[in-house]
């Protein structure tokens, strides 16, 4: 009776990845059939830019509309409006969206 192929692979876990040292271990299981593969590819820079261009704009957009209406008190504001951005390559692209709209 056939029987599937399944290879274990014990890996060290980095020290500092989601809070655990590295003295921390994972087991994975890779069926050695072909096709059987799962992705876990992250997007890429480009598709993530893509994907979210339209709201880094609309937020840019935004936080300019309240420059009139706060003067002086403007830019700390905007500095914390960014601070508080998630996840950061979003904020980048709110800053970059600023910038090229002021």
């Known amino acids: 009776m056939p029987t599937r192929s399944m290879k274990l692979t014990w890996m060290r876990i980095d020290e500092?990845?989601?809070?655990?040292?590295?003295?921390?271990?994972?087991?994975s299981a890779a069926h050695e059939e072909k096709g059987n593969s799962v992705s876990t590819k992250k997007p890429s820079r480009a598709d993530y830019h893509r994907e979210h261009q339209a709201r880094a704009e609309a937020e840019a957009q935004?936080?300019?509309a309240r420059k009139a209406e706060l003067q002086g008190r403007w830019l700390p504001w905007v500095a914390q409006e960014l601070y508080q951005l998630s996840p950061p390559e979003f904020a980048n692209m709110v800053r970059r969206e600023l910038q090229r709209l002021a």
């Open 62 to 64: 935004r936080l300019l």
């Open 16 to 27: 500092g990845r989601n809070g655990r040292t590295g003295r921390d271990y994972a087991c």
